[in-house]
């Protein structure tokens, strides 16, 4: 018998410290040991603001028959808990099983935009199932946070020296938003891109680079073509990893996609604070990634296409005066001239009713149902990681919805836009989400206008192939993009301007020669925002194409909303004929 409960310890403490010592972050939920056991752990040690946050949930069914566990998980940004996000995911086990969970837990969409609010970023799982002594628990702990910061998370080795000297110079930097500083456990890296989602900047060694496993470094390239930052701290003049080589651009960095690579100078294993937040700001300001710019009224050219909802004022005026100068009155004296005094009591109920009915019927007539948009979409190609990144922004204006749940590609990430320059915060709301990429709630709201980013990453052998010049032919495009590309503007890998019209899959048109300022003016023309960066990199060996029909393109959402606008791009690196980008060419210049 004490053998089996020295047994009983070591499980109970392996099983405690399999995860805690990988993970940034862990917890155990408190359950009956004899019935189940629960730890939960994630790669980082807070909440980002945004995006998604990977928690492995860990759990054993020690009992003698198998049971359900549910995790409904409700994220929030303020103490009462009215705006939440929730996600449930429930587990079902036989004796004896034990069971590792990765789950993706959406955090609040929090309007972009919203600067200088505080909010308090809250995520709390309730439980249910046989033997748990606690059913609700608040995960991580609280920390003030404010709408708009981003999130700079330093793997654990880089934290010990330097995260508090770094959260430091970042209180003391003033302005209207601050950065918040996280840990990140590589050890226990996430198997899905969303798990990365809400980090802006991710700071690693070189060698932790080379240590990741194929797949993570897979998943690292896909974060980083769309918009997130990979700092790499180490010793000055240390190259970039060969992964990195292909898209090698001005002072050792390198662009894929709307992310980038920069180096970052470390003597020993210590960062310098104030080189570390000059540069982030610079890359902030060079780089702005798809979901981050001036989503506004008076800049937003997809916005402006949108006419405002406008209250039936008029209309309620006109009700209210029928009601209390024809409806009321009139009825006071027909009862009395037929002295039948009591139908007092229904006749004008029922009349104020049958008004409001006709009146709610009218608009409806003037809204209709569903509602009508404006959307955009542009798609990165990196031919030589068989990638393609899919950015797309989107506005509506919808009448009545009688539903409003749409789904997303299960590695899709969503947000939500500032629609109205005149508040500040926006409206607040319930949201609901589901494993596989169904989402609910206040995305949509009748009689409302709305605006969302998305942004996905997928496998492609799409490409633009560039065929030189060979004795009197001019230089020729070969696409294998599954779209007919109206005008397209490229540089050819020695830095050349040419373009060609109406490119289709399999077809080879020749080019023409153009001039910087028309490729400038192109790029210009399919900026639909302040701030735009349409062609995230401008180097050599780079192109941008035009869509004449984007059905198939973009990422479907509410499929009531009928969309009026639709424009598509194809942008990224081109192809050498035969083969893919070679080393050393294009980058951000």
């Excluded at 989400?433 to 609910?440: C, Y």
């Excluded at 492609?460 to 294998?480: Q, Y």
Aim: proline residues 6%; positive net charge; aromatic residues 8%.
């Amino acid at each position: 018998m004490k053998k089996r409960g020295r047994s009983l310890l070591w499980g109970l403490l392996c099983f405690g410290m399999c995860l805690s010592v990988q993970a940034s972050w862990s917890t155990r939920i408190q359950t009956d040991p004899s019935r189940v056991r629960i730890q939960m752990s994630s790669m980082l040690d807070g909440l980002p603001n945004k995006g998604h946050v990977p928690i492995r949930i860990q759990i054993q069914n020690t009992g003698s028959s198998g049971g359900t566990w549910t995790f409904d998980f409700r994220s929030s940004i303020s103490w009462q808990e009215q705006d939440v996000l929730n996600y449930p995911t429930r587990v079902s086990l036989q004796p004896g099983e034990e069971r590792i969970l990765e789950v993706m837990v959406p955090l609040y969409p929090l309007q972009e935009g919203g600067r200088g609010v505080h909010i308090q970023p809250r995520l709390r799982v309730n439980m249910g199932g046989p033997g748990l002594e606690s059913t609700s628990q608040q995960l991580f702990s609280m920390g003030q946070s404010r709408i708009g910061s981003e999130v700079v998370a330093l793997s654990t080795s880089l934290a010990g020296r330097n995260k508090s000297a770094i959260e430091q110079r970042i209180q003391t930097s003033g302005g209207h938003y601050q950065d918040r500083v996280l840990s990140a456990g590589l050890s226990v890296f996430p198997e899905d891109i969303r798990g990365l989602s809400g980090l802006d900047f991710l700071i690693i060694t070189p060698g932790e680079w080379g240590a990741l496993e194929r797949g993570n470094q897979y998943l690292l390239m896909q974060w980083i073509g769309r918009g997130g930052h990979l700092l790499l701290a180490a010793p000055a003049d240390t190259p970039l990893p060969a992964a990195f080589q292909p898209y090698r651009g001005e002072a050792g960095t390198a662009s894929l996609g709307w992310g980038s690579v920069f180096p970052v100078v470390m003597n020993g294993d210590i960062l310098d604070p104030d080189e570390l937040l000059s540069q982030m700001n610079q890359i902030r300001r060079d780089r702005p990634s798809p979901g981050r710019g001036e989503f506004l009224l008076r800049v937003w050219q997809l916005r402006e296409l949108i006419p405002d909802v406008e209250r039936p004022l008029f209309l309620l005026l006109i009700a209210v005066i029928a009601i209390a100068v024809f409806l009321g009155p009139l009825n006071v004296v027909v009862a009395f001239r037929r002295k039948r005094p009591v139908q007092l009591l229904w006749m004008t109920p029922m009349l104020s009713i049958g008004l409001s009915l006709a009146l709610l019927l009218l608009i409806l007539l003037m809204d209709g149902f569903g509602g009508k948009g404006h959307r955009a979409v542009t798609i990165f190609l990196l031919p030589a990681e068989n990638l393609e990144i899919v950015a797309q922004e989107q506005v509506s204006r919808t009448g009545v919805l009688l539903r409003r749940s749409f789904a997303l590609p299960a590695t899709a990430t969503i947000q939500r836009l500032r629609v109205d320059y005149g508040h500040r915060r926006g409206s607040q709301g319930v949201f609901s989400a589901l494993p596989g990429g169904q989402w609910d709630g206040d995305w949509f709201e009748s009689r409302a206008i709305q605006g969302q980013a998305m942004i996905d990453s997928r496998p492609s052998r799409a490409r633009l192939e560039f065929i030189p010049a060979t004795g009197n032919a001019p230089p020729e495009v070969l696409s294998s993009i599954d779209a007919e590309l109206s005008q397209v503007i490229l540089r050819d890998f020695d830095g050349n301007y040419w373009r060609t019209e109406n490119v289709r899959a399999g077809s080879r048109p020749p080019l023409k020669s153009t001039t910087p300022e028309e490729g400038r003016k192109f790029i210009r023309s399919l900026s639909l925002r302040e701030g735009e960066r349409v062609l995230p990199v401008t180097g050599p060996g780079v192109f941008l194409a035009q869509v004449a029909a984007g059905d198939g393109l973009f990422l479907e959402s509410l499929d009531s909303i009928r969309w009026d606008r639709q424009e598509a791009r194809y942008t990224g690196f081109l192809s050498r004929a035969g083969g893919t980008r070679a080393n050393g060419e294009g980058g951000a210049q």
